[in-house]
C-alpha cells in the first residue's frame, strides 16, 4: 500500500533530527490522519542539530522526542521503555530504523575502530532496536483489526541506501565508505 493509504496510530523513527528522519517526522505530521503518537529519537534532543524537531514541538502534542544512542543497548532500553510508558497497554505499529553513520574514508584510510563503530550503528542498532521493540510490535499485530502484513499493522523498517547495493558501486571514484558500504 502507499503511504498515501498508511494508516498508523503509532510510529518511531530514529535519527528524526535531521535528513531523511525528520522528513519522515514532517510527513507523518502532515497526514490527513496523523498517528497519535510519533516517537522520534535522536542522539542529542537539546542540541543545535535537533533544532528543528524540537520546532515542531509546540503545535504538535503527539509528537514526542526521545533521547536515544543507537550503539547503546541501556540508552535502547530506556528508550522502549518510555515508548510503552506513553503508549499505556497499546502497541507499537511501526519502527522506521533510519539513524546511521558514515565516515567517508578510502579502503586505503578504513580502520578496525570505523569498521566496529559503523558496524554497531548501522547493523547491530537496528537488530537491537527490533529486539528491544518487539514485545510492543506484537502487541500492536495482535490488536490490529487487519491480519495482513502491512505497515498499518506492525512493521519494522530498517533504511539502506544504493551505497549498500552489491551489484552497482555507484559513487566508488568520489568515495568509497568502505565501513558504510559493508554494514548496508
Request: hydrophobic share 40%; charged share 15%; proline share 6%.
Amino acid at each position: 500500500s502507499s503511504m498515501a493509504e498508511l494508516s498508523v496510530r503509532s510510529v518511531l523513527v530514529t535519527g528524526a533530527n535531521r535528513g531523511l528522519g525528520l522528513g519522515f517526522v514532517q510527513h507523518f505530521l502532515r497526514m490527513p490522519k496523523p498517528p497519535q503518537w510519533i516517537f522520534a529519537t535522536c542522539r542529542d534532543p537539546k542540541g543545535q542539530r535537533a533544532q528543528d524537531l524540537q520546532n515542531l514541538v509546540p503545535k504538535h502534542p503527539n509528537l514526542i522526542i526521545i533521547t536515544l544512542e543507537i550503539a547503546n543497548p541501556a540508552s535502547i532500553k530506556a528508550a522502549a521503555a518510555k515508548v510503552e510508558e506513553h503508549l499505556g497497554g497499546s502497541g507499537l505499529n511501526l519502527l522506521i530504523n533510519n539513524a546511521g553513520m558514515v565516515k567517508p574514508k578510502t579502503l586505503e584510510e578504513e580502520t578496525l575502530e570505523d569498521l566496529t563503530e559503523t558496524y554497531t550503528t548501522n547493523t547491530v542498532g537496528p537488530l537491537l532496536m527490533g529486539q528491544a521493540f518487539l514485545p510492543l510490535l506484537k502487541k500492536a499485530a495482535q490488536g490490529s483489526p487487519c491480519s495482513v502484513l502491512s505497515c498499518s499493522n506492525a512493521a519494522v523498517v530498517n533504511m539502506s541506501s544504493i551505497a549498500g547495493c552489491i551489484t552497482s558501486l555507484i559513487g566508488w571514484e568520489s568515495v568509497q565508505c568502505v565501513s558504510y558500504r559493508c554494514s548496508k
